[in-house]
T-cell receptor, first 113, second 112 residues
Framework: DTEVTQTPKHLVMGMTNKKSLKCEQHMGHRAMYWYKQKAKKPPELMFVYSYEKLSINESVPSRFSPECPNSSLLNLHLHALQPEDSALYLC????????????FGSGTQLSVL | GDSVTQMEGPVTLSEEAFLTINCTYTATGYPSLFWYVQYPGEGLQLLLKATKADDKGSNKGFEATYRKETTSFHLEKGSVQVSDSAVYFCALGGTSYGKLTFGQGTILTVHP
């Protein structure tokens, strides 16, 4: 299994809603990532988890809250988002060696109304 | 800091044409270099990679050589197909844990 699975594929939410994005991998990877991608732009790193511990937070607003319940799962909890947060949210994983490639999921297309 | 510069797009080619997408980088240390491809509505897929100078990455007819002397990693394909239409990202990794530095992306459209 060489897949990173993200759910849901699409999400529409209001600015007062609370929702969660989910990501799962069964490749035994020890590092997992959240990226945000605006249309026609490269992905921007948000968070990195290494061995289930948060190792990098790229100064992301607190309305985004990551969680890593175990080595296979990564969540991104969303609360009080703004319309400018609308984007494609990509999860990725890697073996953990910083020179190794990342495996990306297909993403969650988020629209904030 | 690290940076990646890709040629401006979009690039439009006819089927069976030769493709080059230029990529140059600035980095401290000894980065790994990657080309990722993103098809419409999908996430990024690794196309090829090289981990040290003079390495050549290749996959699906695409090639790129890690050139330390020119700090480049240009993507080439001898004969493109309509199915190669996508966005291509050059990326650098390995100088800061967990972080890939991406170029701006190049939109490729191949017409029959």
């Amino acid at each position: 299994d060489t897949e990173v699975t993200q759910t849901p594929k699409h999400l529409v939410m209001g600015m007062t809603n609370k929702k969660s994005l989910k990501c799962e991998q069964h490749m035994g990877h020890r590092a997992m990532y959240w990226y945000k991608q605006k249309a026609k732009k490269p992905p921007e790193l948000m968070f990195v988890y290494s061995y289930e511990k948060l190792s990098i937070n790229e100064s992301v607003p607190s309305r985004f809250s990551p969680e890593c319940p175990n080595s296979s799962l990564l969540n991104l909890h969303l609360h009080a988002l703004q319309p400018e947060d609308s984007a494609l949210y990509l999860c990725a994983s890697s073996q953990g060696d910083m020179r190794e490639k990342l495996f990306f999921g297909s993403g969650t297309q988020l629209s904030v109304l | 800091g690290d940076s990646v510069t890709q040629m401006e797009g979009p690039v439009t080619l006819s089927e069976e044409a030769f493709l080059t997408i230029n990529c140059t980088y600035t980095a401290t240390g000894y980065p790994s270099l990657f080309w990722y491809v993103q098809y419409p509505g999908e996430g990024l897929q690794l196309l090829l990679k090289a981990t040290k100078a003079d390495d050549k990455g290749s996959n699906k007819g695409f090639e790129a050589t890690y050139r330390k002397e020119t700090t480049s990693f240009h993507l080439e394909k001898g004969s493109v197909q309509v199915s190669d239409s996508a966005v291509y990202f050059c990326a650098l990794g390995g100088t800061s844990y967990g972080k890939l530095t991406f170029g701006q992306g190049t939109i490729l459209t191949v017409h029959p």
